[in-house]
């Protein structure tokens, strides 16, 4: 990994940690092994987009258990101010349901049994873009964003609980900022990645 001083990449006001410019030999999650530790707790999204949510409740529901497809189940009820999430303004959290197939007894309410997120199942089934519906903090999973700063997180309790995404991989080590690029773009734009890959490349990392 770069040196612990290795200062912060800037790019469209949010802080990149440099440690994402390290080559790792390690692989992105596989779906088939995902036991869904990140969509335990929920999500926090902002209140735009749970009503956005809402208002395709009809293309979502069919992609849902039959005791989940109430949309009035779908979100917590609350809106709190949350500026640092990308959207601004207020966000509301998912419903947390109990779920006895899930390794910590409940998850998120779009979890479904196969271990896919129904909004993103909607997302595919309709020909949009797979992360349409999705929660901004879902899709851009395993890279954290707070306090508008991208990070890779491994040592949450959720990782130490066995829920990391990030598995080693032989062969050769790629630059964590190239596989994770669609989370990059989704988070910094088109623009704002390529930006990135020329900062890391000035760094001389890749």
């Known amino acids: 990994m770069l040196p612990a001083t290795e200062p912060d990449l800037i790019v469209n006001g949010v802080r990149v940690d440099a440690d994402l410019l390290a080559a790792r030999p390690v692989r992105r999650c596989s779906l088939a092994e ?16 749970a ?24 979100f917590d009820g609350t809106a709190e101010p949350d500026d640092d999430h990308p959207a601004g303004g207020l966000v509301t959290g998912t419903a947390v349901l109990p779920d006895a197939t899930h390794p910590v007894g409940e998850s ?4 479904r049994p196969d271990r896919l997120c129904a909004l993103q199942a909607t997302g595919l089934a309709e020909g949009l873009h797979p992360w349409r519906f999705k929660p901004f903090y879902c ?10 700063r991208i990070v890779l997180s491994e040592e949450s309790e959720m990782y130490l609980e066995g829920g990391s995404c990030n598995r080693p991989a032989p062969g050769q080590a790629v630059p964590l900022y190239e596989l994770f690029d669609a989370e990059l773009i989704l988070a910094l734009g088109e623009a704002g990645y390529a930006e990135l890959k020329s900062l890391a490349r000035a760094r001389r990392v890749d």
């Open 108 to 111: 998120c309410v779009f979890l």
């Open 139 to 148: 899709a851009l999973h395993p890279l954290v964003y707070i306090e508008k």
């Open 51 to 74: 009503a956005d949510v809402l208002a395709h409740q009809h293309l979502i529901q069919p992609h849902l258990p039959e005791a989940r497809r109430d949309p009035a189940l779908w």
């Open 34 to 49: 995902c036991q869904s530790y990140c969509c335990t707790g929920g999500v926090y999204v902002s209140v735009e987009h």
